[in-house]
């Protein structure tokens, strides 16, 4: 069988590189980017194509007729591709978890900081020559609400418990051996003076953060979204954080990507923004490229 990595980048060539082994089966790399249209022409011939965050549209997947199985580099395909229906074409799609639940939780809790104290805007202003000190918000004490509690969502939730803050959690099923209360999602919401979006994208949970649940937060609060950005309502968000409603958002994950310089949020002060790199650690990577091997190893044999 065949095997590519079809769109390793410099940053994890290295890193592919470091965990390859000799006995490992055949896997070509590609490093060259592609326009959209063009995924045939790279992974055409292929059996297995390891995904890192390429979309992956049925129509140009449906020319590919070798493909059997994609390697998704995470837990969240549904933002790049159609999943029900290349498992309908024969596809099995296969995802990666708990590869990089500590580094994305502290990229929460750094966002969840650098939005309580306008870290990004301040830094902005001094390079301009603005000398503006901004005034933030102590989190020591205030509320943490955790949407998701599975594996990134237990680390957001112990790193706050860590700095002194209340930390309260919905989860879709109850966890009985949850280290924090499990509350109401409508209470949550209004009394969170954080919330914390960590949960997978499915059917489910798409649009989960709608302009009515986004009505019912604590006005003033901080949103964290290092999950999927299809999660959220994005006119509603756009909307909450014009009128003040959300003082500040810290957003990793966008509903498309990258995102465009003139996106409104790209506009927004009080919008402070990372390129979906919350998983982006050397520790992270080498475990998530060494597991993605490991899958390729067990369809070979």
């Keep these: 069988m065949k095997s590519i990595f079809l769109d390793c980048n410099d940053q994890l060539a290295p890193v592919w590189a470091s965990v390859i082994r000799p006995d490992d089966p055949k896997i070509d790399v590609n ?9 045939p022409r790279i992974i055409g011939g292929y059996d ?8 992956m549209p049925t129509e140009l997947i449906a020319q590919c007729p070798e493909l059997k199985h994609i390697v998704f580099l995470g837990t969240g395909p549904a933002s790049y591709m159609n999943v029900g229906e290349l498992e309908a074409r024969g596809i099995k799609v296969h995802i990666i978890k ?9 990229h929460s809790i750094a966002l969840m900081v650098a939005c309580s104290r306008d870290i990004a805007r301040m830094d ?23 949407i998701g509690l599975g594996g990134i969502g237990r680390e957001v939730a112990r790193i706050g418990k860590g700095m002194g803050m209340n930390v309260v959690a919905w989860n ?3 966890h009985a051996d949850a280290d924090v209360p499990l ?17 997978t994208l499915g059917d489910e949970t798409r649009g989960f953060l709608s302009a009515e649940r986004i009505a019912r937060m604590k006005p003033g ?11 959220v309502d994005e006119a509603a968000l756009l909307a909450a954080l014009k009128s003040g409603h959300i003082r500040h958002a810290g957003l990793d994950v966008f509903h498309s990507e990258p995102l465009k310089a003139d996106h409104p949020l790209a506009k927004m002060e009080n919008v402070t923004l990372t390129a979906h790199a919350a998983f982006r650690t050397l520790e992270a990577s080498m475990t998530l490229l060494r597991r993605s091997i490991d899958i390729v190893r067990r369809i070979v044999s």
């Design 31 to 39: 490093r060259k980017s592609f326009e959209r249209d063009e995924l």
């Design 172 to 174: 879709r099923t109850r």
């Design 221 to 231: 609060a901080i949103l964290i979204n290092t999950a999927r950005g299809a999660l």
């Design 124 to 146: 902005r202003e001094v390079r301009k020559g603005v000398w503006t000190p901004h005034e933030g918000v102590q989190l020591l004490g205030k509320t943490l609400g955790v």
């Design 98 to 106: 708990g590869y990089g639940d500590t580094a994305v939780a502290e």
């Design 183 to 199: 509350i109401d999602l409508d209470a949550l919401l209004a009394k969170s003076d954080v919330v914390s979006m960590n949960l």
């Design 48 to 55: 297995i194509a390891i995904d890192d965050h390429s979309y």
